[in-house]
Every structure is written in structure tokens, then in C-alpha cells.
């Protein structure tokens, strides 16, 4: 039973004092926290380097490619320079002048005899091709604007980072249920 007034009793006046509770983390929690941390980046550095694509998962953002992909599906990608791009295919892509990369379809392949290609993309759910959206004066794009290639996806599971993204309070409420989670776990 926990009494009124018991709750926060053990804290300082300043409030949760985060950096005290740091200082008294004995040395396996630090390392493990270490540990953690390094292996969660040598992941993602080794899936970079198996699937050819600086960002080998993304999350669909919007509604352009439905049916095929929803609003936050995780997308499994892969760019390996040697394959060719091929009509119906579907692509994430970088346009010069904007931050987020685009999920579309292949549309239109252009081969020049010295072997560049071009292509033309478009969201399936898009009314018209993407000539809209690349930058200014550029009617095609090239491999070097390829973030990766659809391979695979699993449904809805990226609408946490939608979420997040929508709504800021949510996610420094959802950071600050885990800390008081890891903080009530401590003490007991």
C-alpha cells in the first residue's frame, strides 16, 4: 500500500535528478547501456553495407502508392548498383531540394546507347507522373537519385514513427512513461 505523499518523497527538491541517478549507474549498467547503443549501430551499419542502401528501412509516409503500400508500412530496401531498373518496379528515391525521400513506381525507362538510364516515376495512387516534384527543369531521374528498391514490408508497423513524428507531445509523453518505467524499476 502506498501511502499519500510517499510517491517522489526520495527525490530532491530540483525534481527527478537525471545526471545524479547517471553518476550512481555502476560501471556493468554503463557498459551494457555501451553495449547496447554499439550494437544497435553496427546493425545498421552492416545492413547498409548487405543491402547496398544508405537507408535500407523506411517508413511510407503517405497515401500515394496505396494499394500497394499504406501509410506507415516499414519497407525492407536494397540498391545494388549492377541490377538494372525496370519498369513497375518500385523505388525510393532523393530529389534535389527536399529532405525526405519519395516511395513511387517505375513508370518509363529510358536506355541511352552508351548505357545511362533514366526513368520516369509515379505514386499509384497519383493521377500524374512525379515530373511535378523532381527539381526544377528535371524531366527524369537517374541511379544516383535511388535510395534503394522495395523488397519487401510489414504492414502499419512504421506508424509509431509517424505518430511520433505528428505529434511531439506523444512522443516526450511515451519518453517520459519509460523513464519513470526504468526509474520505478530501479528502486524496487
Known sequence: MVRAG??????????????????????????????????????????????GSESPIVVVLSGSMEPAFHRGDLLFLTNFREDPIRAGEIVVFKVEGRDIPIVHRVIKVHEKDNGDIKFLTKGDNNEVDDRGLYKEGQNWLEKKDVVGRARGFLPYVGMVTI??????????????????????????
Open 6 to 51: 510517499a510517491v517522489g518523497a526520495h527525490l530532491p527538491a530540483s525534481g527527478l535528478d537525471i545526471f545524479g541517478d547517471l553518476k550512481k549507474m555502476n560501471k556493468r549498467q554503463v557498459l551494457n547501456f555501451a553495449m547496447i547503443v554499439s550494437s544497435a549501430l553496427m546493425i545498421w551499419k552492416g545492413l547498409i553495407v548487405l543491402t
Open 163 to 188: 505518430i511520433m513524428n505528428d505529434y511531439p507531445k506523444f512522443k516526450y509523453a511515451l519518453l517520459a512513461v519509460m523513464g519513470a518505467y526504468v526509474l520505478l524499476k530501479r528502486e524496487s
